[in-house]
């Protein structure tokens, strides 16, 4: 039996993702629970949207890794471009922003209203993650 295609992967891994964030959302009380929402909500449209890149590009992950011209020691960018790499020094991939970026072509548009409700929860994630939101409820609908 052959290997499960990565996109394949991605997307059951999204499917628990926005059933794990509407799990959350429905428990009548459960302290953070906006916050848990916006973060898991947001990590499955981010692997829907890596999923769509992958079945674009044949399945191949260069689809979503970031690239990046290195500074030359004279001062000039390089020609050839490297993989970004994070703090752990794995390949970066694309952000929810770029992933709908690289896919908004003229055959197939991302709609003006999932990238709107895309950048409120990046707003609410990032308040989440690094500070403190006040009050959700009025910025995502």
Known sequence: ????????R????AEAAFMAAIEVYNKPSFA??????SILILNAWELLLKAKL????????????????RTLASGQR????????????????????????????????VSQAISANLDALIEVRDNAIHYSNGDVAPRVS
């Open 78 to 109: 390089s020609a050839k471009e490297y993989l970004k790499r994070n703090r752990a020094g794995n390949p970066m991939t694309v952000s929810v922003r770029e992933a709908v970026a690289r896919l908004n072509k003229p055959n197939l548009q």
């Open 1 to 8: 039996m052959g290997r499960t295609a990565r996109h394949t």
């Open 32 to 37: 953070y629970r906006e916050e848990t929402f």
């Open 10 to 13: 991605l997307l059951k891994n």
């Open 54 to 69: 992958l079945i674009d590009n044949g399945d191949r992950l260069s689809a979503l890794f970031v690239r990046e011209r």
